[in-house]
């Protein structure tokens, strides 16, 4: 998405609500405005809810397709059809972080289920250094990953690469909080133990406090 330059009119989010942004604390408060914005048809407001959040988009479409250019021709067509897609939006009902969330999961099982049908060739890196443990790391993860039920892999690529809260995935993925932590906790145990039988270090990033 192309950056646009913010519009002086008063009545803009760039110059009303968020030219005030280093000083303001209440992110959330900005947020809502910039939803509030964007339903309005204000560019500006769909410009903020970009720079606030395409990076965790990307990050959790990538956890699907396994390829970033897709990844991120995936999100930029998210956020193309966001002005239209926001509209059934209602903040009462989920955080704004879990709904856009759920638009990029639905987004990226689109695009995978198109794709099915077309082979794909591997891309293979040189074997040298770093590049290729990395490489081998990534094989790992991703082999461990795959081998988790749907529910528990969804859970932790929604927490250790989307970066929502266990309240925002139990919105995103309509289960109780309780049963979030529970997928969590065994989604991890399981992963730790396929990534020890593959000879990997277990390598999974500790629960946020």
């Known amino acids: 998405m192309t950056s646009q330059k913010p519009d002086p009119n008063p009545h803009a989010l760039g110059a009303k609500s968020l030219g005030n942004a280093a000083a303001a604390s209440d992110n959330g408060r900005l947020v809502q405005v910039a939803i509030e914005r964007a339903k309005a048809g204000d560019s500006e407001g769909l410009h903020f809810l970009y720079v606030r959040y395409a990076p965790d988009v990307q990050r959790y479409v990538a956890s699907f397709v ?3 250019h897709e990844a991120e021709d995936i999100t930029q067509n998210i956020f ?3 002005m239209k897609a926001i509209k059934k939006y209602e903040q009462r009902e989920v955080p704004f972080a879990a709904w856009i969330m759920r638009v990029a999961r639905n987004a990226a099982l689109d695009h995978m289920r198109v794709r099915r049908a077309i082979p794909t060739e591997e891309v293979r890196l040189a074997d040298t250094g770093r590049a290729q443990v990395s490489l081998d790391r990534g094989h790992d993860l991703r082999d461990a990953l795959d081998h988790l039920p749907d529910d528990q892999r969804e859970v932790l690529i929604l927490r ?3 970066g929502l809260t266990p309240v925002e995935i139990a919105a995103t993925l309509k289960k109780s909080e309780s049963s979030v932590h529970g997928l969590h ?3 991890r145990r ?3 133990a396929k ?3 593959l000879g990997a270090a277990p390598v999974v990033a500790p629960p946020a406090a």
């Open 185 to 187: 906790h065994r989604g």
């Open 190 to 192: 399981s992963l730790q």
């Open 66 to 68: 396994k390829d970033h």
């Open 80 to 82: 193309a059809k966001l």
């Open 195 to 197: 990534l020890t039988e």
């Open 160 to 162: 250790h690469i989307a």
